[in-house]
């Protein structure tokens, strides 16, 4: 089993940026895909990006495309979400999860998760 242990996060105004971080821990952090999901009060989580074993695919959400980058460092056991151009709509919850197979856009499928961070985007 996989152990995430998330930083980063906060309060920033809108236009800022922020860096959140995902660190692994346990099983080979190249078993796994990584996806960011977010959730706001009262909403379901949502997908916002995924990357995949070896960082050679990328995917986001349509909301996020062009102001957010996922990474990841394999020697590191990292994963990171750059998000630059921040909006209020952003504020949410934002989770890491970590997906050994299956599909990507659905958070039922991952095997671990993070214990989420608070993103806050507001003026």
């Known amino acids: 089993q996989v152990r995430l242990v998330q930083s980063g996060g906060g309060l920033v105004q809108p236009g800022g940026s922020l860096r959140l971080s995902c660190a692994a821990s346990?099983?080979?952090?190249?078993?796994?895909?990584v996806g960011w999901f977010r959730q706001a009060p009262g909403k379901e989580r949502e997908f916002v990006s995924v990357?995949?074993?070896?960082?050679?695919?990328?995917y986001y959400a349509d909301s996020v495309k062009g102001r957010f980058t996922i990474s990841r460092d394999n020697a590191k056991s990292t994963a990171s979400l750059q998000m630059s151009d921040l909006k209020p709509e952003d504020t949410a919850v934002y989770y890491c999860g970590a997906l050994s197979t299956g599909n990507y856009y659905t958070s039922d499928e991952y095997e671990a998760w993070g214990q989420g961070t608070q993103v806050t985007v507001s003026s």
């Open positions: 990357i995949s074993y070896s960082g050679s695919q990328t």
């Open positions: 346990g099983r080979p952090f190249t078993s796994y895909h």
